[in-house]
C-alpha cells in the first residue's frame, strides 16, 4: 500500500467505512452476510435495520476448528440506546449455536477465552484445554453500569501544537 493512499476504493462510505471494516479484517473477522435490502425509517425507535444483518465471523485463536464467534449487526442508531445494535453468538463444532444475544462487544482473548460486555458488565468465558465452558458460568470480570460521564477540561499544554 502507498503511504498516503485511500485504503480501497472507494475511500468511504459513511461514518465509519472502511476504516472499521479495515480493522475488522486486521483483527481476524471475516465478512460472512452483506445485507441485500434495509429498513431506512430515521423516525423509528431504530433508523436503519440491514436485512439480512450484517455478520463478521472470527475463529477461536487457540482451537479455531471447534468455535467460532459471529457478530450481528441488525440495526444502526437506536433512540436513546446504542449506535449499533449487535448480537454475538458462539458457534460450537458440532453446529449448536449459544447465542449471547443483544451485546456491546465481544471477542477471544489470545488463550481462547470467550470475552464479552452485556448492559455495561464485562464477562469471561473459560476455554481451558481447548474447551470452552458453557456461557452459564460466565465469570463477571467488572460492573461499569455505575460509572459516569465526568467533563474534565484539558491542561492548557493540551490545547497548543508543540514546537518543532
Known amino acids: 500500500m502507498v503511504e498516503g493512499a485511500p485504503v480501497?476504493?472507494?475511500?468511504?462510505?459513511?461514518?465509519?467505512?472502511?476504516?472499521?471494516?479495515?480493522?475488522?479484517?486486521?483483527?481476524?473477522?471475516?465478512?460472512?452476510?452483506y445485507p441485500t435490502g434495509t429498513k431506512d425509517d430515521?423516525?423509528?425507535k431504530v433508523s436503519w435495520e440491514p436485512s439480512p444483518p450484517i455478520i463478521w465471523r472470527k475463529?477461536?485463536?487457540?482451537?479455531?476448528?471447534r468455535y467460532s464467534l459471529d457478530m450481528a449487526i441488525v440495526g444502526i442508531r437506536e433512540q436513546a440506546g446504542p449506535w449499533y445494535l449487535t448480537e454475538h453468538a458462539v458457534t460450537r463444532e458440532n453446529g449448536d449455536l449459544d447465542k449471547l444475544g443483544?451485546?456491546?462487544?465481544?471477542?477471544?482473548?489470545?488463550?481462547?477465552?470467550?470475552?464479552?460486555?452485556?448492559?455495561?458488565?464485562?464477562?469471561?468465558?473459560?476455554c481451558i484445554k481447548k474447551i470452552l465452558a458453557p456461557l452459564e458460568d460466565a465469570v463477571k470480570v467488572a460492573d461499569?453500569?455505575?460509572?459516569?460521564?465526568?467533563?474534565i477540561k484539558a491542561?492548557?499544554?493540551?490545547?497548543?501544537?508543540?514546537?518543532?
Not at 8 to 33: A, N
Not at 59 to 65: D, G, K, L, R
Request: charged residues 25%.
Open 8 to 33: 480501497r476504493r472507494p475511500p468511504g462510505w459513511g461514518e465509519d467505512d472502511p476504516v472499521w471494516s479495515e480493522r475488522l479484517l486486521r483483527d481476524g473477522w471475516k465478512l460472512i452476510s
Open 42 to 44: 430515521f423516525g423509528a
Open 59 to 65: 475463529p477461536n485463536p487457540a482451537c479455531p476448528q
Open 102 to 126: 443483544r451485546s456491546e462487544w465481544a471477542d477471544w482473548s489470545h488463550t481462547g477465552d470467550l470475552l464479552f460486555s452485556i448492559n455495561g458488565c464485562l464477562y469471561r468465558v473459560p
Open 144 to 151: 461499569f453500569t455505575n460509572l459516569k460521564f465526568e467533563l
Open 155 to 164: 491542561p492548557d499544554v493540551a490545547s497548543r501544537w508543540p514546537k518543532r
